[in-house]
């Protein structure tokens, strides 16, 4: 860690110079006059909300849905997801988080499961899974879900290996079978939204 000492040259040997030199800034500590360690860094850049509006990727499927994220005080972030689907009313659908932050091409831009650590597909918290594989969502008789996950595998900016913004939110019109291999079966790319900090 730098330390700066002002105008006094060598009599900042002695302790009476070094008082009698002090300029009020606190040498050695976390004020501006000392340089921040890469885990302070890291922390900064990745605390922080973030968010993505899920919409249709076909003009005949209505989907309305948000999927909120947000950093906690000891780094896990907590992700909440709403969402309606009229037409998918009492059934299941798969959500991922997809490698890239475009949604065109109903949603075939995205890309596939983001997975940084290449694991093979699976179910979240078992033996091999992708950072992006969310899991299945069950919709009532209005077509609305809602999904909670708190997890220390993503981060609101910060480790690429971490980092969810600018990837996207992919509401499959299927259920993932946690099993078939790259994408559990899931089915057609309904619903998009790229992740964007909030």
């Known amino acids: 860690m730098k330390q700066r000492i002002f105008g006094?040259?060598?009599?900042?040997?002695?302790?009476?110079a070094l008082v009698s030199c002090n300029d009020g800034?606190?040498?050695?500590?976390?004020?501006?006059?000392?340089?921040?360690?890469n885990s302070d860094t890291a922390s900064i850049a990745s605390a922080g909300n973030a968010v993505a509006n899920l919409a249709a990727t076909y003009p005949d499927t209505t989907v309305n849905g948000t999927v909120r994220f947000e950093t906690e005080s000891d780094g896990e972030v907590k992700m909440k997801l709403e969402?309606?689907?009229?037409?998918?009313a009492n059934q299941t659908?798969?959500?991922?988080?997809?490698?890239?932050g475009n949604c065109g091409d109903t949603a075939h831009h995205a890309g596939g499961h983001w997975n940084p650590t290449n694991a093979q597909h699976?179910?979240?918290?078992?033996?091999?899974?992708?950072?992006g594989d969310i899991g299945n969502v069950t919709l009532d008789?209005?077509?609305?879900?809602?999904?909670?996950?708190?997890t220390r595998l993503w981060s609101v900016g910060g480790?690429?290996?971490?980092?969810?913004?600018?990837?996207?939110?992919?509401?499959?019109?299927g259920t993932d079978d946690y099993t078939t291999?790259?994408?559990?079966?899931?089915?057609?790319?309904?619903?998009?939204?790229?992740?964007?900090?909030?």
């Open 25 to 37: 800034t606190n040498v050695g500590t976390s004020g501006s006059d000392t340089t921040a360690t």
């Open 8 to 16: 006094c040259g060598f009599l900042a040997l002695s302790l009476a």
């Open 93 to 100: 659908v798969a959500v991922h988080i997809h490698e890239h």
């Open 141 to 150: 008789a209005s077509g609305k879900g809602t999904l909670e996950l708190e």
């Open 159 to 173: 480790d690429a290996q971490k980092n969810i913004l600018d990837k996207t939110i992919i509401v499959h019109g």
């Open 181 to 198: 291999q790259p994408t559990g079966n899931s089915g057609t790319r309904i619903a998009c939204g790229v992740i964007t900090k909030s």
């Open 122 to 131: 699976g179910k979240w918290g078992s033996s091999a899974f992708h950072a």
């Open 83 to 88: 969402i309606t689907i009229p037409t998918k």
